[in-house]
């Protein structure tokens, strides 16, 4: 019997998705995008090369599996042939035995994306018609991927030989005994329907996307692993709990293109003034560690302290069976590292996700001492220092499930599997 594990953001996005799942992709033959469009910037890191995907799934690098764009994303045809025509030149071949697009995919418009840049300022959305698009398919009136190959025009003949009813292809693999994977995009708090609404994106990123996205029943997922950074990020306007600094302070610092220049300068100030107890400095000490500028749009993301609420959240509207952490390399170097375990809201102190009164939550923290260590050489957990150790063993206390994985770095050798029984 194969199984099916489902990958999805337990955050507000970037948590490291695309680096998981290339890992957990050896073992799958199957790997599936369900939601979303390329709204989403997943990177993959294989030795020196560095893959960043919008739209394929990050499995469509592993030349033996079949990737699939699932019938619930919306696809943009030029970031779809452009993201083949890189992959071809970098000699990975992509036909329709290793990727399928869904015929009922809905297909991004010129029209969709200029009203997405016109519109999409008070959310802060990527501009990529995203909203738009699905606004079109829930109107009833969108473009599906079957009728757009239909069409004369270079880009529908590129296409068409990838366009498949997925659904089809999907179940006969699970039928087989196949093992799937589905990349999930964006976060659980970027659901249209369990997310900061209005400051979400336009589909359904939580578990139950995996489902209606690619036209598979509950009963055939096995696990549902959420990917969790070791801190918060977030891009785009909305509430944000554990935000360090503020957004416009953020905004202000501009993208990476500004920033590298200076990288070490600045690094060194940020460190020394996050270790007086400066937050906005601490937020962006992360920021500069973790290189937190968008993989989409190049924006500085919004960064803050690791809040055991939202993964809690993600816990129970995913279903999830154990959490991914990543990205705990980035905090070395910080004295005293917070973790929020409840919010106090109007005097009173909760620890479930109130959504309709996240602006006024103010976070109620645990301070652990920090490390000095450098972790991304690190293979076992026995290695990690002390304090390391117990931060991960307060997050998996808080979080209620395991840790099956903890990333230490970008690259496919920084992974150290926690337990195996939760992956393939
Ligand atoms: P996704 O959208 O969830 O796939 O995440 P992104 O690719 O947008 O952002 C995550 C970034 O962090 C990428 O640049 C990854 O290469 C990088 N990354 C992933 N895991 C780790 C980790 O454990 N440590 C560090 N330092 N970087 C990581
Ligand atoms: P991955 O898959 C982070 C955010 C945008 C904006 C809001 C709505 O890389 O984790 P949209 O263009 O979807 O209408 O924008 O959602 N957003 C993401 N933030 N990671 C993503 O994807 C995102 N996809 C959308 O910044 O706030
Ligand atoms: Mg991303």
Redesign the pocket.
């Known amino acids: 019997m194969g199984k099916t594990i489902v990958v999805v ?1 337990g955050q507000w ?9 290339d890992f957990l992709a050896e073992k799958a033959d199957v790997i599936a995008r369900a939601t979303g469009g390329n709204n ?6 294989v030795g020196d090369k ?1 893959y ?2 919008h739209l394929l799934p ?1 499995g469509v690098i592993h030349p033996t599996k079949l990737s699939i764009c699932g019938n619930g994303m919306v696809i943009d045809p030029k970031v779809i042939i452009k993201e083949i025509t890189t992959l071809e030149q970098d000699n990975i071949a992509v036909s329709d035995k290793t990727l399928n697009i869904s015929s009922t995919a809905h297909v991004i418009t010129q029209e969709q994306i200029d009203e997405d840049l016109a519109t999409g300022k008070k959310v802060g959305t990527t501009g990529r018609g995203i909203g738009p698009c699905y606004m079109a398919k829930f109107n009833r009136d969108g473009l599906r991927m079957s009728e757009f190959v239909q069409q004369e025009s270079q880009e529908a003949r590129k296409l068409k030989p990838f366009v498949k009813d997925s659904y089809l292809v999907i179940n006969k693999a699970i039928e087989q005994g196949k093992n799937i994977l589905v990349e ?4 659980t708090m970027l659901d249209i329907d369990h997310g900061t609404y209005p400051f979400v994106t336009s589909s359904n990123p939580t578990a139950g996307g995996a489902c209606t996205g690619l036209g598979i029943g509950p009963t055939k997922i096995s696990k549902v692993i959420a ?1 969790v ?2 801190y918060t990020t977030r891009v785009g306007r909305g509430p944000f709990p554990t935000e360090l600094g503020t957004d416009e302070q953020t905004t202000a610092e501009g993208t990476w293109d500004n920033i590298k220049q200076n990288f070490e300068t600045e690094l060194k100030d940020a460190l020394k003034k996050a270790n007086d107890g400066d937050q906005y400095y601490q937020g962006k000490a992360m920021r500069l ?4 500028y ?3 749009t190049g924006r500085a993301r919004r960064t803050g302290w690791y809040d055991a609420i939202v993964t809690r959240y993600a816990v129970r509207v995913n279903g999830l069976t154990s959490i991914a ?6 905090l070395t170097g910080l004295k005293t590292i917070k973790v929020c375990t409840g919010y106090e809201i109007d005097g009173k102190i909760v620890q479930d996700l109130p959504m309709h009164d996240l602006e006024k939550a103010k976070p109620v923290y645990e301070d652990m001492p920090g490390w000095e260590e450098d972790l ?1 050489d690190v293979t076992s957990f026995e290695q990690l220092p002390d304090n390391a150790k117990d931060y991960v063993k307060r997050i998996e206390e808080l979080a209620t499930v395991p840790i099956s994985i ?6 496919r050798s ?2 150290i599997i926690l337990d195996g029984k939760e992956l393939f």
């Open positions: 953001g996005g970037d948590e490291g998705k695309g680096k998981v799942v989403a910037g997943h990177t993959v890191v560095t960043k995907f990050s999930g995009a964006q976060g990917i950074k070791a560690i973790g290189r937190e968008g993989t989409t952490i990543t990205k705990l390399d980035v991304t903890l990333s230490i770095g970008p690259k920084q992974t």
